[in-house]
């Protein structure tokens, strides 16, 4: 070819057809590739001896063009052509409609949806944002969420439950409110092995009944429920196991025990915990007895006393998560007022109000005392407490009483002969000039019979509700009897600045807000879900510190600083109504 280049400065063969050939009176055979007929003929007639992609001259092959929804047709030889295909086409021809989900673009915790025009969309589950989902939402911690399952294809994987409860090898207790419209359903799942064999523990529906499972290695405990479970409606549940003994309550009612068969005690679970479904059924344990996910939704899933989410980094994994539009915080505009936050319990809600607001729909606008000149600041100086009578009243005939005991306390089923509350709601503004110190306590103090504090104890059966600053931070600390539960704030807090505070608790959940931060939750492990104190509150400090070595030193430090727009269960509290009558300083603006 180099030679012939030379020669012609012809850079490419020619692409069409030739008839007939003759040099010199000798005829040229055209015949490609050449029969054994034609190589005996006469010697007037030349052979081709070699040849390289030769075809039988006819019409162009791109006329008419046999490319399909405008593709473009390219003659590759004298019979043959190739079609470039515009987006969302594919084939010899185009004719074949691409799908643009195969392979999906989209982030692994999102759906690809195809288009009609031929495109994608990537359908975000809650918390993720993008084109193709890739990002994370900068702050969807105060956003209400449900998700929604469709008993088919949905399901949410999160971390091991290894991984969420440090001990869960020995000890575990889980907490789940859900909603289901069938009988039958996964609610949760979380296995040892990806195919299925070894340790596993299982919460699910079946025929109507609810089945908590687990296996240690040498047999499964079942523990199901006497009655069938009403659908259509939330319900909670608390399943628990240390050692081989297991632990199920629905809704508040008889406890139901049971006994993984054998000798093993730990529980081994390496792979992710499945909510509401799993991607294939065949690769979880036989014994678990699953084969449909919930159709329903899970309102909320604890693990030792730790709220799992549902959005963000800890979900690894998603699949047809959808809101759940049927409850109240979801299904229409926020029924909380003034911008507040509507927080799910069961099928009610409770509103969370921003600062300046309260009220049960956060109706009610909070009055700028110190704009209308009411001077109720006061300062308290380190040596200064008050003290109060709080109006806590005996509620446990309450409909909302929801006593959980543990079948690990043995001396649960005491008497409550002290005045004790479900709920707990606390507003304060303050302005520190120190990085540590009580704002308030609310527990029990032993008394002579003359009066006179001679020991300092968190209440009578261990119980109390604390806000203090710890090391420049707003801490909660609450005991219904079991053990200490502490929240701590996400932002610190400058000396000399005003910052508003916001601590609540319902039975076991509780919640602190400092300002405009997102607020800060947790709950206490399965038990009691009164706080039974002496019905005493003390604001600043206390008459001797608490004799716990569970608490920072802070608790037993008095607030250096100012205090204002007090109220403890929607009730104002001034200074001139403490009980210990301190003598306090108006606080200098």
Same mark, same amino acid.
């Given at each position: 070819?180099?030679?012939?280049?030379?020669? @012609?400065?012809?850079?490419?063969?020619?692409?069409?057809?030739?008839?007939y050939?003759?040099?010199?009176?000798?005829?040229?055979?055209?015949?490609?590739?050449?029969?054994?007929?034609?190589?005996?003929?006469?010697?007037?007639?030349?052979?081709?001896?070699?040849?390289?992609?030769?075809?039988?001259?006819?019409?162009?092959?791109?006329?008419?063009?046999?490319?399909?929804?405008?593709?473009?047709? *390219?003659?590759?030889?004298?019979?043959?052509?190739?079609?470039?295909?515009?987006?969302?086409?594919?084939?010899p021809?185009?004719?074949?409609?691409?799908?643009?989900?195969?392979?999906? /673009?989209?982030?692994?915790?999102?759906?690809?949806? %195809? *288009?009609?025009?031929?495109?994608?969309?990537?359908?975000?589950?809650?918390?993720?944002?993008?084109?193709?989902c890739?990002?994370?939402?900068?702050?969807?911690?105060?956003?209400?969420?449900?998700?929604?399952?469709?008993?088919?294809?949905?399901? =949410?994987? @999160?971390?091991?439950?290894?991984?969420?409860?440090?001990?869960?090898?020995?000890?575990?207790?889980?907490?789940?409110?859900?909603?289901?419209?069938?009988?039958?359903?996964?609610?949760?799942?979380?296995? *040892?092995?990806?195919?299925?064999?070894?340790?596993?523990?299982?919460?699910?529906?079946?025929?109507?009944?609810?089945?908590?499972?687990?296996?240690?290695?040498?047999?499964?405990?079942?523990?199901?429920?006497?009655?069938?479970?009403?659908l259509?409606?939330?319900?909670?549940?608390?399943?628990?196991?240390?050692?081989?003994?297991?632990?199920? %309550?629905?809704?508040g009612g008889?406890?139901?025990?049971?006994?993984? /068969?054998?000798?093993?005690?730990?529980?081994?679970?390496?792979?992710?915990?499945?909510?509401?479904?799993?991607?294939?059924?065949?690769?979880?344990?036989?014994?678990?007895?699953?084969?449909? #996910?919930?159709?329903?939704? =899970?309102?909320?899933?604890?693990?030792?006393?730790?709220?799992?989410?549902?959005?963000?980094?800890?979900?690894?994994?998603?699949?047809?998560?959808?809101?759940? =539009?049927?409850?109240?915080?979801?299904?229409? #505009?926020?029924?909380?007022?003034?911008? !507040?936050?509507?927080?799910?319990?069961?099928?009610?809600?409770?509103?969370?109000?921003?600062? #300046?607001?309260?009220?049960?729909m956060?109706?009610t606008?909070?009055?700028?005392?110190? &704009?209308?000149?009411?001077?109720?600041?006061?300062?308290?100086?380190?040596?200064?407490?008050?003290?109060?009578?709080?109006?806590? %009243?005996?509620?446990?005939?309450? *409909?909302?009483?929801?006593?959980?005991?543990?079948?690990? =306390?043995?001396?649960?089923?005491?008497?409550?002969s002290?005045? @004790?509350?479900?709920?707990?709601?606390?507003?304060?503004t303050?302005?520190?000039?120190?990085?540590?110190?009580?704002?308030?306590?609310? !527990?029990?103090?032993?008394?002579?019979?003359?009066?006179?504090?001679?020991?300092?104890?968190? !209440?009578?059966n261990?119980?109390?509700?604390?806000?203090?600053?710890?090391?420049?931070?707003?801490?909660?600390?609450?005991?219904?009897?079991?053990? /200490?539960?502490?929240?701590?704030s996400?932002?610190?807090?400058?000396?000399?600045?005003?910052?508003?505070?916001?601590?609540?608790?319902?039975?076991?959940?509780?919640?602190?807000?400092?300002?405009?931060?997102? /607020?800060?939750? &947790?709950?206490?492990?399965? #038990?009691? @879900?009164?706080?039974?104190?002496?019905? %005493?509150?003390?604001?600043?400090?206390?008459?001797?510190?608490?004799?716990?070595?569970?608490?920072?030193?802070?608790?037993?430090?008095?607030?250096?600083?100012?205090?204002?727009?007090?109220?403890?269960?929607?009730?104002?509290?001034?200074?001139?109504?403490?009980?210990?009558?301190?003598r306090?300083?108006?606080?200098?603006?």
């Amino acid at each position: 070819m180099p030679r012939i280049v030379e020669q @012609t400065t012809a850079t490419k063969g020619l692409m069409g057809c030739i008839n007939y050939l003759s040099l010199n009176g000798v005829m040229f055979s055209l015949s490609w590739p050449p029969n054994e007929g034609t190589r005996s003929i006469s010697t007037s007639r030349r052979v081709p001896l070699y040849g390289a992609c030769v075809g039988e001259c006819q019409a162009d092959p791109c006329r008419p063009s046999p490319c399909q929804h405008g593709g473009f047709c *390219q003659v590759l030889e004298a019979d043959s052509f190739h079609c470039s295909c515009p987006v969302g086409y594919s084939g010899p021809t185009c004719a074949d409609v691409a799908n643009p989900c195969q392979p999906s /673009p989209c982030h692994n915790v999102s759906r690809c949806l %195809r *288009q009609t025009n031929g495109g994608f969309r990537c359908e975000c589950p809650f918390g993720r944002e993008g084109t193709y989902c890739e990002r994370e939402m900068a702050d969807v911690s105060d956003t209400v969420f449900i998700p929604a399952f469709n008993g088919l294809t949905s399901y =949410i994987e @999160t971390r091991s439950l290894k991984q969420l409860a440090h001990n869960a090898k020995n000890h575990l207790t889980i907490e789940v409110v859900f909603f289901s419209r069938r009988p039958n359903g996964l609610i949760f799942y979380n296995g *040892q092995k990806s195919s299925g064999r070894g340790d596993f523990i299982s919460l699910a529906l079946a025929f109507g009944y609810l089945e908590f499972r687990y296996n240690l290695g040498k047999g499964t405990a079942v523990l199901r429920s006497p009655k069938m479970v009403s659908l259509n409606e939330w319900h909670t549940v608390v399943v628990s196991r240390t050692g081989r003994k297991g632990f199920m %309550r629905i809704d508040g009612g008889a406890e139901i025990l049971g006994d993984s /068969p054998a000798n093993h005690m730990s529980l081994d679970l390496r792979e992710s915990l499945y909510l509401g479904g799993v991607p294939d059924y065949s690769k979880i344990a036989s014994a678990a007895a699953v084969t449909d #996910g919930l159709d329903g939704a =899970i309102q909320k899933l604890s693990v030792d006393a730790t709220e799992v989410k549902f959005h963000g980094s800890g979900v690894r994994d998603a699949g047809d998560i959808h809101p759940f =539009i049927h409850h109240v915080c979801i299904r229409r #505009g926020n029924p909380c007022k003034n911008s !507040g936050t509507c927080r799910p319990r069961m099928a009610y809600f409770t509103c969370d109000c921003r600062p #300046g607001f309260h009220g049960r729909m956060c109706e009610t606008a909070v009055i700028d005392r110190m &704009a209308l000149h009411h001077h109720d600041t006061f300062a308290l100086d380190g040596q200064t407490f008050l003290e109060y009578q709080s109006s806590v %009243r005996s509620n446990t005939n309450s *409909q909302w009483n929801n006593e959980v005991p543990s079948p690990f =306390i043995k001396d649960f089923a005491r008497k409550h002969s002290t005045p @004790t509350q479900l709920t707990n709601l606390i507003e304060l503004t303050i302005r520190t000039e120190v990085t540590q110190g009580l704002l308030l306590w609310l !527990g029990h103090v032993p008394r002579t019979p003359r009066g006179v504090v001679v020991a300092w104890t968190s !209440g009578s059966n261990g119980d109390y509700l604390a806000l203090a600053i710890v090391d420049s931070r707003v801490q909660m600390t609450f005991n219904l009897g079991v053990r /200490p539960v502490t929240l701590t704030s996400t932002v610190k807090i400058n000396t000399n600045q005003w910052v508003h505070i916001k601590a609540r608790r319902i039975r076991r959940e509780a919640s602190l807000q400092v300002d405009n931060e997102a /607020p800060v939750t &947790a709950s206490s492990p399965f #038990g009691s @879900t009164n706080l039974d104190t002496d019905g %005493r509150m003390w604001l600043g400090g206390l008459p001797k510190p608490p004799m716990t070595n569970r608490l920072p030193k802070a608790y037993g430090t008095r607030f250096v600083g100012c205090m204002r727009d007090i109220r403890v269960d929607r009730k104002v509290l001034r200074a001139e109504d403490a009980t210990n009558k301190p003598r306090v300083q108006a606080c200098l603006m």
